[in-house]
């Protein structure tokens, strides 16, 4: 599959965010769950700034894409929650720009979903379910997807993959960015929330 991207612009409001109309898919995940690992994974190219820290995302960043027989889209890599390098005034920002963002999306002709990113490793953390039930109060089309699955053994995989979709009472997608493992199946997800009628 071809992918054509490019970043856009990195945006701390909405008065930065794009106006233009496209659909968006946004991530959201704790830090250094591998959002930005993930979204170069899928890009094919070395799109978003990664690193090792975690922390370092502290804007809404727009990536604009365009993939084979789908509409271009942007994926919004928003900032990690559960830690802050600047203590709790930079966690309480991460947490206004989130809530702006999605205020500002939500139930308007531009906003289609979320993915949600749990690290595989560890399942069911409370700051990863607090997300996820509060993008159901949102009333966010959201889908699950579980990443780093590459760290896990064979018998770990299995027995994890199922508690997640016991937690989330539903489908997780099980990914990894270091071998493009479930790229396809997630490709597919994407298309269904940025086709959603």
């Known amino acids: 599959m071809r992918v054509i991207s490019e970043f856009v612009t990195s945006a701390a409001g909405a008065a930065g965010f ?25 890009v094919r190219q070395n799109l978003a700034r990664t690193s090792a820290a975690p922390g370092k995302t502290r804007l809404a960043n727009f990536y604009r894409v365009a993939a084979e027989h789908r509409p271009v889209f942007y994926l919004v890599d928003l900032p990690g ?12 920002e991460f947490d206004a720009l989130a809530a702006e963002y999605f205020g500002s999306r939500h139930g308007g002709d531009v906003f289609c979903g979320v993915l949600a990113l749990v690290d595989s490793r560890h399942p069911g953390l409370d700051a990863d379910l607090r997300a996820w039930r509060w993008l159901e109060r949102l ?6 997807v579980a990443t780093k699955m590459d760290k896990l053994t064979q018998a770990d995989r299995q027995r994890h993959l ?7 009472s539903g489908p997780v997608t099980p990914v990894s960015a270091e071998t493009g493992e479930g790229l396809d199946e997630l490709w597919k997800t994407i298309t269904r929330l940025i086709t959603r009628p």
């Open 18 to 42: 794009p106006t233009d109309g496209l659909p968006e898919l946004a991530f959201v995940g704790r830090s250094n769950v591998g959002k930005s690992t993930l979204i170069n994974a899928l």
């Open 81 to 92: 929650y559960g830690y802050a390098r600047g203590g709790e005034k930079s966690r309480d």
């Open 139 to 144: 009333g966010a089309e959201r889908h699950v």
């Open 162 to 168: 199922r508690e997640l979709e016991r937690i989330y």
